[in-house]
């Protein structure tokens, strides 16, 4: 049985040909890629202000147009339908670039093309797309994807909008309300789910889209959320009250819904982790230039240790959640059916990275960062809700462990290899990551013989064999980035690389090591203990704390 390479590290196995050489992108997909990068550098150096959009709290229609018309709207639109046909590689390093320039006009782009219009391109029908796509790859049209509802977070099957089909099985009549929805204010075109009846009595997941015309009756949208961060984009609640949809309307088969959702959100993880590696890039550069010009005790402060610690794991962390996001985007391009795992990774991994490079850039600027005169504390407020939407971190930690502990529990057989040699340098660590993967299996085993409780219940189990697996993950991409730099540029042209990869790869192969250890296990019940100590009281009484 074939699994994806993240999967098979919980079976105890590397599989290197899954990840080496490291994929690229054509040359001519390349020059493309640096014509649109220097049209909207361009662009954003006249239009885009993201502390104005910040105060103002909104991205302006004409940014909106703006990115329509130079055709970052259609990115990975076929070019029969309008679009530019590019690949996903080449998407995700547009949104790292516009998260280097604005957080929220990030959002308003990966709103609609990363989740609001993916739907459709994977599920959707011929004629679907020719009636949809030329409108939405121009920004005629701008996308949204409504699952989450105010009972149905992370757990999608608590969703309690439905469509109920007519007699004559023609249109569905929609009832419900969405809330958190990126684009909600303005978008034409929405990707919405709600629960239809199936032919067993018990309801499943359908996907449906909303157009202009549907929305004329029955709908109505609520006012614009006041955020921490991401400030400019557009957040609302959606209600849903009589809607008349099309059957012709419906994505993909009915009571299929679920398996739309997820796998839309497997695209929009990893390029959430690529524009975490574009927001990281700058909030590095100006924390390194504040640190290279502030004197202090007739120095410079990017001299003292302290600093110089957090601006190497800044840069280790930026380089590592880079690797991994085109590593696995990648992998989509090529056509691997099975990367849900690895886009998880991504998703967990980069948004706690960039969490600690935007904490790291706050700290050694000081009291500048407070104000907002400085990009500082605006890239610290976007960055804190990438850990909470598109599957907060905690379910992707269950997500990961499930996933990937089902085949453990198969007991499917993979066949590993040696990785190939990389650089004298590193190719200890990688020794030493190669045996974690083999006591990553053997935890999973035990965790999976485990049945002193079941294994949904066991999170702590979960966690830590997923935060493994994570930082596995990340070593070998690492890895097979490196190596394929060194072979690309030789070893005089890799230079800072070979350091920066070197402690990457270290960085993760001790927290594996950590993670793995025994000594991880032992405090499970006494934070069980205290946990129970924080909830048993509506108020601290005096003396809790002498």
Known sequence: MSVSFAKGLFLGQVQPDLITPFPTVSEEERETARMLLDS??????????????????AVPASVREGLGELGLLGLTIPEEHGGAGLTYTTYCRMMEETNRHCGSVAVVLGGHQSIGIKALLLFGTDEQKERWLPKLATGEWMAAYALTE????SDPAALETMAVPSEDGSSYTLTGQKIWITNGGFADFMTVFAKTPTESGKQAISCFVVTPDEMASGFSRGAEEDKLGLRGSSTTQLFFDGMKVPAENLLGPPGKGLKVALTVLNYGRASLAAGCAGSSKTILAAAAKHCSERVQFGRPIAEFEMIQSKLAEMMSLTYAMETISYLTVGMADR???????EAAICKVFAT????????????????IAYVSEYPYERFLRDARINMIFEGTNEILHHFIALTALRPVAENVGVEGAAFPPV????????ARLTELATRLGDEARRVVADDSRPLPDREHDQERVAAAGIQLYVGFAVAARLRASLAEKGEDGIGEELDIAT???????????AVLSEEARADDELIGRVSRAATAHDDWPLGLFP
């Open 423 to 430: 650089h004298a340098a590193v190719d200890g660590e990688v």
């Open 150 to 153: 105010p009972q149905a977070g």
């Open 503 to 513: 402690k990457a790869l270290r960085d993760a192969r001790r927290a594996a090591e």
């Open 352 to 367: 706690e990275a960039h969490w600690v490079n935007c904490n790291h850039a706050v700290q050694v600027a000081g009291g």
């Open 335 to 341: 056509g691997d059916a099975d990367f849900a795992v």
């Open 40 to 57: 909207y550098q361009e662009f954003a150096a006249e239009q885009i202000d993201g502390g104005r959009f910040d105060q103002e709290h």
